[in-house]
Nanobody, 127 residues
């Protein structure tokens, strides 16, 4: 059964960087587009970024373009989210998620309901 496990969150000062990781296990990782979401206290969950099954397609929400970069390490079944120039508004719990295998959504229409979610990792940007 597919499992997603995030790591890499923490406390960082404004302008700092963090790299989040999402390890994919229990299935063929290359079969899944992966999305990153975040949810701040009192706010709705927001889609942040995604990467396609082969890693060739990436997409970002406007507020993180030019600051965040998503990539995948196929050998390690891991998707990374490199976050630079962090701002207090980036403070949230970050989740990776995906849908059924071979479902293509990155750069296209995202599913209304993702079938698999990680447990989340807290990112706090504060001085």
């Amino acid at each position: 059964q597919l499992q997603l496990v995030e790591s890499g969150g923490g406390l960082v000062q404004p302008g700092g960087s963090l790299r989040l990781s999402c390890v994919i296990s229990g299935a063929i990782s290359a079969a899944y587009d992966i999305a990153w979401f975040r949810q701040a206290p009192g706010k709705e969950r927001e889609g942040v970024s995604c990467i396609s099954q082969d890693g060739d397609i990436t997409d970002y929400t406007d507020s993180v373009k030019g600051r965040f970069a998503v990539s995948r390490d196929k050998a390690k079944n891991t998707v990374h989210l490199q976050m630079n120039s962090l701002k207090p508004d980036d403070t949230a719990v970050y989740y990776c998620a995906t849908d059924r295998p071979w479902r293509v959504f990155c750069g296209r229409s995202w599913p209304e309901d993702f079938t698999h979610w990680g447990q989340g990792t807290q990112v706090t940007v504060s001085s």
